[in-house]
Nanobody
Framework: QVQLVESGGQLVQAGGSLRLSCAVSGGVFSTYCMGWFRQAPGKEREFVAAINWNDVSILYADSVKGRFTISRDNAKNTVYLQMNSLKPEDTAVYYC????????????????????WGQGTQVTVSS
C-alpha cells in the first residue's frame, strides 16, 4: 500500500517562506507523477503544482506561479513544495498526491487523476 506523509506546515507571516515535504513509501516513487493540492475552509480542493517522474514536466496553478517551486528527490522518495512570498490567501491544508503514471495526465489539475493522498499539513499565513 502506498503511503504519503506531508510535513512542514506551520504559521508564517505574509511574505515569508516555507518548504513542505511529502515522504512516499510502499510504492515505486521514482516512476510516479506527484502533485500538490490545497483546500481552504469552505472551498474545494484546488491544484497547486505537479511534476512528472523525471522532472521534465512541471506545472503550476497561475495563483502560485513564480512563488512556489515543486521538486523531487527520487533517492529519498520525497517531493517538496518550496513556497516563497506567501500571502494570506495561501492559507489552506496542503495535500500531496501520487499518480502511478510516469507522465502527467492532460487533466493533471483534477484531484481524481491521483490515486494516493496524504493526510495534509496546515499552512497558515498571517497578514
Amino acid at each position: 500500500q502506498v503511503q504519503l506523509v506531508e510535513s512542514g506546515g506551520q504559521l508564517v507571516q505574509a511574505g515569508g517562506s516555507l518548504r513542505l515535504s511529502c515522504a512516499v513509501s510502499g510504492g515505486v516513487f521514482s516512476t510516479y507523477c506527484m502533485g500538490w493540492f490545497r483546500q481552504a475552509p469552505g472551498k474545494e480542493r484546488e491544484f497547486v503544482a505537479a511534476i512528472n517522474w523525471n522532472d521534465v514536466s512541471i506545472l503550476y496553478a497561475d495563483s502560485v506561479k513564480g512563488r512556489f517551486t515543486i521538486s523531487r528527490d527520487n533517492a529519498k522518495n520525497t517531493v517538496y513544495l518550496q513556497m516563497n512570498s506567501l500571502k494570506p490567501e495561501d492559507t489552506a491544508v496542503y495535500y500531496c498526491a501520487a499518480d502511478q503514471r510516469r507522465y502527467l495526465s492532460p487533466f493533471y489539475y483534477r484531484a481524481n487523476e491521483y490515486e494516493y493522498w496524504g493526510q495534509g499539513t496546515q499552512v497558515t499565513v498571517s497578514s
